[in-house]
């Protein structure tokens, strides 16, 4: 049975609540494989790919494009790594100088594929991918193809790459796309199985991808209530990589589901200073406000709100309609995202944006969207919840509410707060909930 298929254990989802779910760049090309001449095909391989690969022999001096590709995709690995784009900009001239010689001119348009897609040039990146898919056909350009069209909303597709992907390469990289599709088609379940596996095909001597395994594992885990499970697998992240800036934030948020703000806040404070992203930084700013840092955590709001209109707008227009303030600003910024992206989570932030501006129509329009896939996760239900409930569907807004109450630990602190209210709104009891059910 194809990973990709529905298992037969199937569960509802109950998804990782963060606006800009992570897909980190799993397919780094093969060290082995990477400057593959045109028309070559790819070995099949059982494993992932290492850093150096199996069959590199390294007391042997590395070709000069080799060298120069190695330096592509550290600039990249730069940027995930501190959020500077700069580094974004020199891949991007390391990519140019490749794409010259037609002996490595695929590495640098998969090169190139990658920074498009991590700076949200998605029209540009697919047009990169499908010709790098059509032309050379390698795991790693079916498994970019993919990423794109999953972030365009284009699961179908997305999948097909994917299984591509899966036939050249099993390994890692399929491995853990296949976990993040059944995580949105609300396998979860399946999707702790497949990712465990990438976990298990990667390799200690390339420990980033493992370490990123293991952390998205263990937010499954905790999703499902297996607190102790969540745990192990993420301190088994920070053993093979220490300091691993998504294994602290995920550890973070396992601690702050626990309502363990104090132990949450030195992990967020160390992720959000090796990633500042937005959607870690407004992490970190609830919890500062759940710890009584009041003042620190109103400059940190600043800060990040500044940089987040250009960096992760999407983030920022939850934030701003979470908050309440300047949801015409939020609505704004929701729907130039999709101008670009139209996956399920682009769709739930115009929503949750029109909803806070008092354009319910538009607000059930895409939520009904983002609920296409089957998604169900803790920031999706409380939306939808509320924008059914000011639509009169009492009985809908009922469900959401309980599915939302049933994941409430997977909420931001800002998120729960709004939930509560609605909760006691409705007039349903909420007292202890979250200590009794856990």
Same mark, same amino acid.
């Given at each position: 049975m194809s990973l990709f298929s529905k298992p037969s254990t199937y569960c509802v989802l109950t998804a990782i609540a963060s606006a800009g779910a992570f897909m980190l760049i799993l397919n780094r090309p093969n060290e082995t494989s990477q400057s593959q001449t045109q028309g070559s095909q790819p070995a099949r391989a059982t494993?992932?790919?290492?850093?150096?690969?199996?069959?590199?022999?390294?007391?042997?001096?590395?070709?000069?494009?080799?060298?120069?590709?190695?330096?592509g995709w550290q600039h990249i690995a730069d940027a995930r790594a501190t959020g500077n784009s700069s580094h974004y900009r020199d891949a991007l001239r390391v990519a140019g100088q490749l794409e010259e010689s037609d002996e490595t001119r695929f590495a640098g348009l998969l090169l190139r594929g990658h920074v498009l897609h991590q700076t949200h040039r998605f029209a540009e990146a697919r047009a990169v991918a499908e010709s790098l898919a059509t032309e050379r056909g390698m795991h790693t350009d079916h498994g970019l193809l993919g990423d794109v069209l999953l972030d365009m909303g284009e699961v179908n597709s997305a999948i097909a790459a994917y299984e591509k992907q899966m036939a050249l390469r099993p390994g890692l990289e399929a491995y853990a796309r296949a976990a993040q599709v059944r995580w949105l088609k609300g396998q979860t379940s399946g999707a702790i199985e497949a990712m465990a596996m990438a976990a298990r095909s990667g390799s200690k001597r390339n420990p980033e991808p493992v370490a990123w395994t293991l952390s998205m594992l263990a937010l499954y885990q905790f999703q499902t209530g297996a607190d102790a499970e969540a745990l192990a697998s993420v301190d088994a992240a920070l053993r093979l990589s220490p300091g691993h800036p998504r294994a602290l934030v995920a550890k973070a948020r396992i601690e702050m589901g626990r309502g363990r703000f104090s132990e949450a806040l030195p992990l967020l404070n160390e992720g959000a200073a090796k990633l500042p992203e937005p959607a870690t930084l407004w992490l970190l700013t609830d919890c500062l406000k759940a710890t009584g840092e009041e003042a620190r955590a109103d400059r940190?709001? &600043? !800060?990040?709100?500044?940089?987040?209109?250009?960096?992760?707008?999407?983030?920022?227009?939850?934030?701003?309609?979470? &908050? !309440?303030?300047?949801?015409?600003q939020a609505l704004r910024l929701a729907k130039a995202e999709l101008d670009v992206r139209q996956d399920v989570f682009t769709h739930d932030a115009v929503a949750w944006a029109a909803f806070a501006a008092g354009d319910l129509k538009l607000a059930s329009q895409h939520i009904a969207l983002a609920l296409g896939e089957g998604t169900e996760d803790a920031r999706l239900c409380l939306h939808a919840g509320m924008i059914a409930r000011a639509s009169n569907n009492r009985a809908a807004a009922d469900r959401f509410f309980d599915q939302a109450r049933e994941l409430r630990h997977m909420l931001f602190p800002a998120e729960q707060i709004r939930l509560d209210q609605a909760i006691a709104d409705a007039g349903q009891s909420f007292t202890n909930f979250n200590q009794t059910k856990r």
């Open positions: 494993s992932a790919p290492a850093s150096p690969g199996p069959d590199v022999v390294t007391d042997v001096k590395p070709q000069p494009s080799r060298t120069l590709e190695n330096q940190m709001q &600043a !800060g990040w709100i500044k940089r987040a209109a250009k960096e992760d707008p999407r983030t920022l227009a939850l934030y701003l309609a979470t &908050a !309440g303030d300047d949801s015409a």
